[in-house]
């Protein structure tokens, strides 16, 4: 079988926004404390940072990370994580039945952010909290001196601003899991108003409001319309999130899930399309998807705690999914769908960094190791940097639950001028055949292959584990050959494959 | 004449749960002070509460107390009532135009209930507050400890929590005069909101959410409708109120208003039915009546008060009917109502405990005694728990404004199968006749009359005082005979009964 | 040309409420601080205020003056005005952005307007607090003590309270740029309830609930008509605001501009009266005026500061617009239709009092001095109180974009029975001709003229400094001739005269 792919240099999507490779960080199980945080580690710096951690957060190249939530920063109070440790209350966090010692705060976290090279993004609480406690917040983080809130900030340690541009509007405020829930219209008003006093401050916030939580909510995509009708003038992105499962273990039906993701952005992206000439318009909103990842494999341990089975314990081991081969085809095919998306998807968080439905797992007071899907997102952040190629594609496909004659080779392509580089990120969802790719490259001048990279085990289950960190990583691939403008490469059934040429 | 009754051990109408005599106790004039709390009585314990008062409620046997409001609660801010008793800030409370003191809180009114015996019902202020505030006060009260409430909750004396079950979520949200006042759907939501949140603490609280506030309020029954369309899934019961009044003094009126209470039930009972099924839910919603009694002797000399004449005087003589012997007629019809709707009305609550509008009085510095309605709630608290049966019943009636045919005697019966007993609670609203009971029992074998007790006097306005404490009293009755299960008993005019069959 | 103008003594619109000539002080720009605060200025008495400026206040002679705000009351803290100064945080001001140094508070505020012999009306932030917040300042303020607010207004040294009786339920809540934006259904029910609970502190309050910002709102009049659906019970007032402009420097139009206020006045009031209707109420509620005046001569200086191109400076010359000879005669006219419409505009407020869109203007350190709308204004304060005459006019107009047949001659007059004394306030619209005003004076009996001035200057640009403080300045008039109770005078083109008759 054989997969046709045609990329023309003239012919793109858009510029990728860098920030598609966010990820995001919350206060949840082992994310933070035991995570990025533990004071006792051998490696932990002065401030109690992990330096492995760090280490491995650094390779990711995370432009941004989202904080402090997620459900948890709905009924967050801010204040709390700033002053003397010892004077900060330890508060029961109802999203996730969990004790937070709020030993790590803004201060804490920011230091720790400039530490590994990456800007903030912050949330803020419109669960239980409203516009006051917004503003004070942005003041605290933004302003330069001379007001209470921003002497304090001197006060506490920290004399410069963060100047902290991505602010989330609140979280999953369509949920009836968020603490504070609201309908369309409450949270619409809510965070118009909001948004505009913290925008007070600085026209140039880039605000980001709740969007559906996900495209299988009762209330999608009238949510949207609502918010979108209340907000649009004073807002900047619309926050999507998706997460993929495989519960049923059927490989063929997981790995076409992203046809419903591009279905679901598609959606959105037109709604906005839709208030925006409503609204008689002009400025052009985009997609934030700041939440997505494979989350499944822990749902089981999970609800026990959810249950309160264990009282309130402070960072349990919750959502700690570990994550197999056949998560990175998963996650090679989402990143494949923004890229191809990068008109409208102009930020993203891979939900999340460290333990917690993460690519980064570590032990207490021990190691640190990179999760199977490390390495898609790695590759992604490394050489998805650059212009989306418009790539017209045919081949053989198969049917599924989620739509009819799904291909099996799903494929996104980054044009990198600057660099002067063509990547294609390729995954073979095929189960069983090995699919030539067979790609017409026009416009690029003569091209050379740099690089070929597989990832590919013969166990769909495989996982890295702390003693055996390195059982699904990449290896080099075999049989790239470029004559002329026309790049082939065997692709072997269920593997995912980078390959990048240069000038 | 002669009134006939059939009672079947089989034909039953429901458990009673113990619950419905349950009585409140509101911040309001000298229900608190002078009423619980009197550090200076010569009865006082260690605490400062009234040893004569305390005697005097376990008497009554409440399972619970209702608290702090009312219409209290709706401004009050729990966290006044905590700390040391110096530091605690004196209030102006709008709802009653009086001022608090702070003496009495939560740690007090806690002891005080477990002294007594009693459970504690505890109500939120969803007036001036929201989700925070009440997420708050529910872990100071409930949480074990470790975190910055439970354990300030310790620090200030209190090291177990106190579990406390039962919470209202708001007060009387339908009446314009409440402070805060919502719409039906304004209140459904945060009544929502907050129950979700509280319950993340434990899903097995039980949450009552405001009903209407009466049965003549205009939005009555739509409010209940859309409340509980907005709350049914997180909400375990409905609070409903009704105070019955004579300022007429036409007697026939006064003691059929129990009939419209029966359909004030029946109405919601049926709307909760509606709301179920409109939700699909399989979950069961019921009644708490935590506000009844009679109210009307004080209103001239209240509306002084309440008008601000006098200031903001701290526990003024507020509310304080002084009960006469129709009110025992009254009293123990309305408790009959309750016995018989025992399937929808799990809770209920006299209006109030002591002082106010209550069974039982005080001196300041003196004595305390019982009301006359005292008696007819002793009794169906002491001998009405067990099973309510389904009595058939026929005889002569009256019409009036209430209804038409409005039988003379009403009557409840209560099956105790664990104590082996059969008690009736009997009242002849006839002014001029006596009425002959005539009563067949079958199914519970063979039974001896083991109580009869009566009250009556010849004046319908015979109070009792300090002075004449018992000049309404129960006294022996006379005349019920038993022969089989044929029990007949006259009953005269304008007379209440308990009679209490034993095997 | 000839105007002709009847009075008759029996024919009057209604008692003209003195409090129609209030006047607003806000902290925005230098208003507070420079304005009527400068503790370091020569004429500074001990609490730091100016001397000079409030000599020039006592002239103006006003009833009340509004504070604080204005848009800035929709984010302030009126706990951040009070206790010692040192402890009291510096806040950013969204509203103007701008540093609030909280250096002047509700004390210092009060104790200044008792020393000009003025009344505080005073606003409550319905932008981001709400009741709770809003019955702690009422109580701080008025109530006597032996609460824990009262008690702290005595501490920081206020023993009595300071009964105040006005009280606004926010500020232009219909501007999409107030903090806290509401829509009229939600700001309506906010008003609603804040009003019925700061009442019941005291039942005499004089409540003045937001009308539209401007008659040009989208939400005019729906937004009078919603907002008083939800609030007619428990206010008393209506607020509006209107600003005069000429910015492409067309007299003829300007001049015009009081039939736009005549119209919105007669609009709201019809309003009023069809939601009075509707009620069914027997309660009158009456239109406050409380924004009005010329602002455009400042606009372009005022956008930099208000974009935030000098960060957030305290006390910025913001909206110090100076005033012209022209708006003289734009003041004039407002003070006639106010006057005019005494039967409904019970209250206005001058916008505002010092360098901030003011008939006074301070130099730091230096001079004070009137601007040329003082003059208008302080003759209308001083002599038009007693009872507004319902005047017949006729005469001659011209055609302009408010109106068709606008008369060139408007006028006012003002009966004082007690002073015996009629005033009659003119301005000439004319741009070329001296027009004769010719009164039939009925009823009033033998009068004769005691004061005639007049307001003239070749140039209609021309402007008072510190430099030349009375180069727009009252001059006496000439030409006023009465025979029996005919009275003639000319009226020199684009003059403003004040013609007061007495027994």
């Not at 007071?365 to 212009?387: D, H, L």
Request: net charge negative.
């Amino acid at each position: 079988m054989k997969a046709s792919v045609t990329a023309h240099r003239t012919y793109t999507v858009s510029r990728i926004d860098d920030r598609v490779y966010g990820a995001f960080l919350e206060h949840l199980g082992r994310a933070v404390y035991e995570g990025i945080y533990e004071p006792t580690h051998p490696t932990a710096d002065a401030n109690g940072m992990r330096g492995d951690v760090a280490n491995l957060v650094r390779e990711l190249d995370v432009p941004f990370v989202r904080y402090p939530g997620g459900n948890f920063v709905s009924a967050y109070n801010w204040e709390d994580g700033i002053g003397p440790k010892e004077d900060r209350p330890t508060r029961l966090d109802l999203a996730w039945h969990t004790s937070e010692s709020n030993e790590v705060g803004i201060h804490e976290f920011a230091d720790w952010a400039e530490s590994v090279g990456t800007d903030m993004m912050l949330a803020l609480n419109l669960g239980t909290r409203g516009i006051q406690e917004a503003r004070d917040f942005v003041e605290y983080v933004n302003h330069p001196g001379g007001s209470a809130w921003s002497d304090l900030r001197k006060k506490n340690g920290r004399a410069d601003p963060w100047n902290v541009k991505l602010w989330c509007l609140g979280n999953e405020m369509d949920g009836p899991w968020q603490v504070g829930h609201k309908t369309a219209y409450e949270y619409g008003r809510l965070a118009n108003e909001t948004a505009k006093a913290v925008r007070a401050f600085d026209r140039n916030l880039e605000l980001i409001v709740c969007g559906s939580s996900h495209a299988n909510m009762p209330t999608y995509p009238e949510w949207e319309r609502t918010v979108l009708e209340e907000t649009y003038d004073e807002i900047d992105h619309v926050s999507l999130h998706m997460y993929f499962r495989n519960p049923e273990k059927n490989t063929a039906d997981y790995l076409a899930l992203n046809q419903k993701l591009d279905d679901y952005i598609g959606t959105v992206a037109s709604t906005i399309r839709y208030v925006k000439s409503k609204k008689r318009s002009k400025k052009d909103v985009t997609i934030c998807f700041d939440e997505w990842n494979v989350w499944y494999h822990s749902n089981q341990q999970d609800r026990e705690i959810l249950d309160g089975a264990n009282g309130w314990p402070h960072a349990p081991g919750l959502l700690e999914d570990i994550y197999n081969f056949e998560d990175v085809l998963q996650v090679g095919c989402v990143l494949n769908t923004f890229i191809r998306n990068a008109d409208t998807v102009k930020l993203a968080a891979i939900a999340q960094l460290v333990n917690v439905i993460a690519p980064i797992m570590t032990e207490k007071g021990g190691r640190a190791w990179r999760q199977t899907i490390f390495w898609p997102f790695w590759f992604a952040s490394r050489y998805g940097r650059g212009t989306a190629l418009h790539l017209v594609t045919d081949g053989p496909g198969y049917d599924c639950a989620h739509g009819d004659n799904v291909p099996f080779v799903d494929v996104s392509g980054v044009h990198d001028e600057a660099a002067g580089t063509v990547t294609l990120f390729v995954v073979n969802r095929s189960q069983t055949d090995t699919i030539e790719l067979d790609t017409r490259l026009a416009g690029f001048g003569k091209l050379r292959v740099e690089t070929h990279k597989m990832i590919r085990h013969d166990d769909l289950e495989a996982v890295n584990t702390a003693d055996r960190p390195d059982e699904v990583a990449p290896q080099d691939g075999t049989g790239a050959s470029l004559d002329g403008e026309h790049l082939t490469c065997p692709l072997p059934a269920l593997s995912y494959h980078v390959i990048r040429l240069r000038a």
